[in-house]
């Protein structure tokens, strides 16, 4: 009986992320034939596509292996600056195709090593100190990344992490990579299918993992794990499993977002971001796969929505947030709100399907 | 000698750094919570001083003691309607919400107060001492503000472990729901702590612009992360951990500005942090948690 | 409360994703820049100066009026070109903006795509105009403040040994503090300390200073903007540190900073095509003007440089007759071809007989300035000329 009721939970979620972003995709794209796609809402899609991906890489860490990390943006800067970066040296000469494919490899590999490297010690602590510790790392990276200038010449590659000068370029060297600017001048490739590709390949591998051998083992480790070693689940091997996956993920969702743009700095890629990507992990609920992609669609949104408030944006924004996250979360809301769903208990059933096709309307 | 005068300088910018965890490890260890909002509470206590003491010209010692009346009272309204209706959801809705108050306080003193930086003036006035003839100079602001923290620290060790409130909190951070079965009234616990967490923000704030005068709405932020560090670094939740967690940090950020790399001694300030970790998972002064079956 | 939010959203969301419609006679110029966030005062400042030019040029009733709106980005690309996009769906016709360099290169690459007129008041990387042909700067280029300014300290002998504080996670600082070096040491500068701070660790600005004090400098070169200098003066001031300080346009603004004693500033030079205690006219009353809508702030350079740009395109505009129902590519074109013109001159706050080139630089004359009593004084009355060297740089 419980057996069975698991499966048809997890077929649930599936059908329900599935259709969540197919019906994402299918709205978009019939809005955009019809030619009523405004230039901020194409604007927004890439991005959005990125921050979802975020947001179920961030659940696989925070929802399913429990948890905390501060520092997830790191992975995503990793991803995006190796992607980039070789997309605009050795992909120029490459065709477009190969080129993309690659950097997208090259960014998913550059988060997962830096994952292994983060991963090795950090899973060693717990709680709040591995918490820490995530965020240490991505500042450590943010900070490495704002000071490396890299730059071209006959005789190789040059590296400094103090300025432009020290790289002792000849004079017709290129720099690509200019420190606290970042890299400028990036071919821009944005392609809305590919994200909803990348959406799609990313729920495809995290609902199958989650539903394997080694996701059931992550779900133990997570509820217990003590309990889990005694049974004889290894867990470094699958905590770095959870961690590294998670890591790869990001990095691709780095690479995406970062050829959406001409610019690319280590700046945007803070502890704030990794704050908001942890806010959409836990508005839509630790563990859920479609509240995730809700959240990090809304959340994406939002700002831009409260535009017309001009100075008092983000102000509005975290009143927002605050009151959300009490309706959300808070237990006595949490009652009350059972209480009401009891009542309409008949008029749930088909809502949440309704919600990703009208999400886009 | 420039050695030492480098060394100063990162035991001043420590004293502040600890100042700042001791209100942060007061929070943690006793309502369980990461309070990110603290560091922007410091703001708001500097610019309470700044308009009544820099620009108002009122006595330093009144526009101190009122400039913790509002940072007591600011913090006891965030908990109570921010953080008491989440007690018993998840530790990170918690999170989340603290950073929500947090965004609204820099954004609304944005608001209030524009984001123009302002300048402060030094609520101490009392001249620098010099030593070895001048060669070594400490300023009276760090000397006060490393003064100030050692007697908080202490009052505050005095306090939790010789009063009856100061007992209930530790009742409180140890086991919420036996305190409560003991009579402890638990919200009232939390309520007390903010308001000291929250008070001791206000005099760090005033001394943090003293040593380091620039004020806009994020002055708060960097340091308030910075001290968090330094309270996991010392070991989170102990109140003599703060202190030290404080004072070594600055010291680390400070001398690895001179003798490595300006731009880089944040990245050797977290370094140096996970590596204290690992070797010592609970921090330096920590209390090792023992993990019941 | 994810199905109440969807439900919401998806209202609000519908509304926002129509297309609005554009009807009017004033031609839609929108502003992007940093409103809210760390980076505020910059974009605040150039918002009211758009906001009173604008109120000006419609004042005057020429041929050109304008419709204007100003955008937030946070200084954050992601967000500039979210602003861009809106700014577009609003019916942006020319763009004023945006204000902060790494932003501006994100929305520099759209605006190319969509061959829309773009003016940064103060994005002042080489980069920005580099982007391409539609994309000019009022502004000075940072290798032209770079190399003007080591020009400057080394023919009018300020000092021998130079110590440099500079943010090192700031675009505007590191590009001026690269090309400050270069020409340093082909001018025979002798730099002995080259201090950085980043973003992060600004809380304590001290032993950069001490560094320059340890290291005998005489002239400290500040490339940054002066909220941090402030503090740096004062950290020098403390530790009976007294060397000669020279900075950049970014300095403007100092003696502005409330309960900043000023005393400490005394004997700053700095090179800024935009003083607010100039005696002129024009000065004045935008100075008042800004007081007024700002609610008694004192305009900085941002504000003068974004005044600049509406006016800029205001006479432009004029010349070359743009009405509001032609579309954005053709009023760039249009624009384009005016602004290059070596006929068109411009006189405003910031420069007089501004003139721009192909490659979208502004060529004008930066203003030595030295503060004394409390106020800029020209340096020996007379300016600097940089503006041949930044031509030949950007050639």
């Known amino acids: 009986m419980a057996k069975q009721k698991k499966i048809s939970k997890a077929a649930r979620t599936y059908l329900t992320s599935f259709i969540l972003v197919g019906g994402f995709w299918g709205a978009i794209e019939a809005v955009k034939l019809s030619g009523g796609l405004s230039s901020k809402a194409a604007g927004l899609l890439i991005p959005v596509c990125a921050y979802i991906m975020m947001a179920i890489s961030l659940n696989l860490v925070v929802g399913f292996l429990g948890e905390l990390s501060l520092g997830h943006a790191a992975f995503m800067s990793a991803g995006a600056f190796a992607g980039v970066f070789f997309y605009n040296t050795a992909g120029a000469g490459m065709p477009e195709g190969a080129a993309i494919v690659l950097a997208f490899l090259i960014g998913g590999l550059a988060a997962g090593i830096f994952g292994v490297i983060v991963g090795v010690p950090v899973l060693r602590l717990s709680g709040d100190y591995l918490a820490i510790v995530t965020l240490a790392f991505g500042e450590i990276l943010k900070n490495v990344l704002n000071s490396l200038y890299i730059g071209a010449d006959s005789a190789g590659l040059h590296f400094s992490l103090k300025d432009q000068f020290s790289l002792n370029m000849e004079p017709t060297g290129k720099v690509l990579m200019k420190g606290a600017m970042g890299i400028t001048g990036i071919r821009k490739f944005s392609v809305f299918s590919v994200g909803i590709l990348l959406i799609a390949l990313t729920l495809l591998f995290v609902l199958n993992l989650m539903n394997s051998r080694a996701g059931r083992a992550i779900t133990a480790i997570r509820d217990d794990d003590i309990a889990a070693r005694s049974i004889g689940i290894n867990l470094t091997k699958y905590k770095l499993m959870a961690f590294v996956s998670s890591a790869v993920i990001a990095g691709f969702a780095g690479v995406l977002y970062a050829l959406n743009f001409a610019s690319l700095v280590a700046k945007k890629f803070d502890y704030n971001l990794s704050i908001n990507i942890l806010v959409m992990v836990v508005l839509g609920g630790m563990g859920s796969i479609p509240g995730a992609i809700i959240a990090a669609v809304v959340l994406t949104v939002l700002p831009e929505l409260l535009r017309g408030f001009s100075q008092y944006r983000m102000f509005i924004y975290s009143i927002v947030l605050i009151i959300m996250m009490l309706f959300n979360r808070a237990p006595a809301f949490v009652m009350w709100r059972q209480r009401m769903a009891l009542k309409f208990r008949s008029g749930k059933a088909g809502s949440e399907k309704e919600d990703a096709g009208k999400k886009k309307g | 000698m420039q050695f030492l005068s480098y060394l100063v300088r990162g035991i001043s910018l420590g004293s502040v750094y600890a100042l700042i965890a001791l209100g942060y490890t007061m929070v943690y260890g006793i309502a369980k919570m990461l309070n990110f909002a603290h560091g922007d509470i410091i703001m708001v206590g500097g610019y309470v001083v700044f308009f009544t003491f820099c620009q108002g010209g009122m006595n330093p010692w009144l526009s101190m003691i009122l400039a913790i009346v509002v940072c007591t009272l600011l913090g006891i309204t965030i908990e109570r309607i921010a953080y008491r209706p989440l007690r018993g959801a998840a530790s990170l809705a918690v999170l989340i919400t603290a950073i929500g108050v947090s965004y609204f306080l820099e954004n609304g003193a944005m608001l209030l107060w524009s984001s123009e930086p302002k300048s402060f003036t030094s609520i101490v006035s009392l001249p620098a001492l010099n030593l070895f003839g001048g060669s070594l100079q400490i300023s009276a602001e760090t000397i006060v503000t490393i003064v100030t923290s050692l007697v908080i620290m202490f009052v505050l060790i005095w306090f939790v472990n010789n009063t009856r409130p100061g007992h209930a909190m530790q009742a409180v951070s140890e086991d919420r729901g036996a305190a409560q079965l003991m009579g402890i009234n638990v919200n009232a616990i939390i309520s007390l702590t903010f308001a000291i967490g929250s008070g001791l923000a206000a005099i760090a704030g005033a001394l943090l612009l003293s040593s380091y005068p620039t004020l806009v709405p994020t002055t708060g932020a960097m340091p308030g992360i910075k001290a968090f560090v330094a309270a996991v670094f010392g070991g989170i939740g102990s109140i003599p951990g703060a202190f030290v967690g404080g004072i070594l940090l600055g010291i680390i950020e400070n001398l690895s500005k001179a003798y490595i790399s300006t731009q880089l001694s944040d990245a050797i300030v977290f370094l140096v942090l996970i590596v204290v970790l690992l070797v010592k998972p609970s921090g330096l002064l920590g209390k090792k948690a023992t993990v019941k079956v | 409360m994810k199905k109440f939010v969807c439900v919401a959203m998806s209202g609000v969301l519908a509304a926002s994703f129509a297309v609005s419609a554009s009807a009017a006679d004033q031609i839609k110029v929108g502003g992007i820049g940093p409103t809210t966030g760390p980076a505020a005062i910059y974009g605040t400042a150039a918002m009211y100066g758009e906001q009173i030019a604008v109120d000006e040029v419609n004042k005057a009733g020429g041929a050109v009026q304008f419709d204007w709106k100003f955008e937030d980005d946070t200084h954050d690309a992601e967000t500039s070109v979210n602003a861009y996009n809106s700014l577009k769906d609003w019916g942006m016709q020319i763009l004023a903006g945006t204000v902060t360099t790494n932003p501006c290169l994100a929305v520099g690459a759209e605006a190319v795509n969509d061959n829309m007129f773009m003016m940064t008041p103060s994005a002042s990387s080489q980069d920005v105009i580099d982007t391409g042909d539609n994309v000019f700067q009022i502004c000075f280029t940072d290798p032209n403040q770079g190399t003007a300014s080591a020009d400057y300290i080394s023919s009018k002998k300020l000092g021998t040994k130079i110590g440099v504080i500079y943010n090192s996670s700031d675009a505007y600082s590191s590009g001026i503090n690269t090309n400050f070096q270069a020409e340093a040491s082909k001018v025979g500068l002798q730099v002995v300390a080259n201090e950085a701070f980043t973003d992060d660790n600004s809380t304590d600005l001290t032993t950069q200073v001490q560094a320059c004090k340890d290291a005998g400098a005489d002239l400290v070169f500040l490339p940054i903007y002066y909220t941090p200098a402030s503090q740096i003066l004062k950290a020098a001031n403390d530790m009976g540190y007294k060397p000669k300080f020279f900075g950049c346009d970014g300095l403007d603004g100092i003696l502005g900073v409330e309960g900043f ?135």
């Open chain 3, 261 to 395: 004693d000023t005393s400490l500033a005394e004997g700053v030079m700095l090179l800024t095509p935009f003083v607010a205690t100039s005696a002129d006219k024009a000065t004045q009353d935008f100075v008042a003007k800004y007081k007024e809508v700002s609610k008694g702030d004192t305009p900085n350079q941002f504000a003068a440089d974004a005044y600049d740009v509406i006016k800029v395109l205001a006479k432009a505009g004029e010349k070359a007759g743009i009405t509001a129902d032609m579309s954005a590519s053709d009023i760039c074109d249009a624009l384009k071809a005016t602004i290059t013109d070596p006929s068109f001159t411009y006189d405003g706050l910031t420069g007089t007989g501004m003139t721009w080139d192909a490659s979208g630089a502004v060529s004008k004359e930066p203003k030595g300035m030295i503060i004394e009593n409390g106020e800029y004084q020209p340096i020996d009355g007379e300016s600097v000329s940089a503006s041949t060297e930044a031509e030949t740089e950007s050639e």
